[in-house]
C-alpha cells in the first residue's frame, strides 16, 4: 500500500464523452503526477501539479486538463474520449517537488472507450 | 530526444540471477530509476541510482550504470517466483520537475 488511493478502478466510456479520474495523494505530499499506459507499453508522462500549479507537461493534447485541490488531491479530466484513450491511468505522488524525490504510485484507473 | 529502451522478455530458474538491461539517451538525466509492475497493480519503485555513481546494491538488487555507454542494468540474485512482474528502466527529465520516462518494461517470468 503506498497511501495512494485513485478512483474508480475501472471505468468504460463511450467515444466522444468527458471522464474524470480522481487521485488521493499520500498524505503530506504536496507533488502530483499522472501519466497514461497504454496495455504492453511503458507509461506515458501527461502532466505534474505542484501546490495547485501545473509544473510540467507530456506531449498530450488540450483535451487532457487537470487540477489538483487545496488538499493536494487531484483529478485528470478528459474530454472527446478516442479509442486510444483507453489505457490505464496511473497517479503518482510525491513529498516534494525534484529529481530522486521517491513518487508513490496508486493502482490506477482502467479507462476503456468503446 | 528521449528514448528508453529495454528488450521486453526474461525467463530465468528460481534460484538464479537475473539481469534486466536498459538503454537510455538523455545524458542530462541526475537519476535512474527501476520500477516493478505486478499484473493488475501500479508501479513500485524499486532503487535508483544517482548519475555520478557507478553501481548500487540493496539487498538482493544491485544496479550498474555506465554513463558513457548510457546504459543502466540491474541485477536480481537469488531470482524467487515473487519476482515475476514486469520491470521498468525510467530516467528523470525536465529540469525542475519529476517527469519520468519509461521503457516498455521487461518481463520476467521465474520458472520455478
Known amino acids: 500500500e503506498t497511501g495512494v488511493t485513485q478512483s474508480p478502478t475501472h471505468l468504460i466510456k463511450t467515444r466522444g464523452q468527458q471522464v474524470t479520474l480522481r487521485c488521493s495523494s499520500q498524505s503530506g505530499h504536496n507533488t502530483v503526477s499522472w501519466y497514461q499506459q497504454a496495455l504492453g507499453q511503458g507509461p506515458q508522462f501527461i502532466f505534474q501539479?505542484?501546490?495547485?500549479?501545473?509544473?510540467g507537461r507530456g506531449n498530450f493534447p488540450p483535451r487532457f486538463s487537470g487540477l489538483q485541490f487545496p488538499n493536494y488531491s487531484s483529478e485528470l479530466n478528459v474530454n472527446a474520449l478516442e479509442l486510444d484513450d483507453s489505457a490505464l491511468y496511473l497517479c503518482?505522488?510525491?513529498?516534494?517537488?525534484?529529481?530522486?524525490?521517491?513518487?508513490?504510485f496508486g493502482q490506477g484507473t482502467r479507462l476503456t472507450v468503446v | 530526444g528521449e528514448d528508453v529502451e529495454q528488450s521486453l522478455f526474461l525467463s530465468v530458474r528460481e534460484g538464479d540471477s537475473s539481469v534486466i538491461n536498459c538503454t537510455y539517451t538523455d545524458s542530462s538525466s541526475t537519476y535512474l530509476y527501476w520500477y516493478k509492475q505486478e499484473p493488475g497493480a501500479g508501479l513500485q519503485l524499486l532503487t535508483y541510482i544517482f548519475s555520478n555513481m557507478d553501481m548500487k546494491q540493496d539487498q538482493r538488487l544491485t544496479v550498474l550504470l555506465n554513463k558513457k555507454d548510457k546504459h543502466l542494468s540491474l541485477r536480481i540474485a537469488d531470482t524467487q517466483t515473487g519476482d515475476s512482474a514486469i520491470y521498468f528502466c525510467?530516467?528523470?527529465?525536465?529540469?525542475?520537475?519529476?517527469?519520468?520516462?519509461f521503457g516498455k518494461g521487461t518481463k520476467l517470468s521465474v520458472i520455478p
Open positions: 525510467a530516467e528523470s527529465t525536465g529540469a525542475g520537475s519529476y517527469q519520468l520516462t
Open positions: 501539479y505542484y501546490r495547485e500549479e501545473e509544473n
Open positions: 503518482a505522488s510525491s513529498l516534494r517537488l525534484g529529481e530522486g524525490t521517491e513518487a508513490f
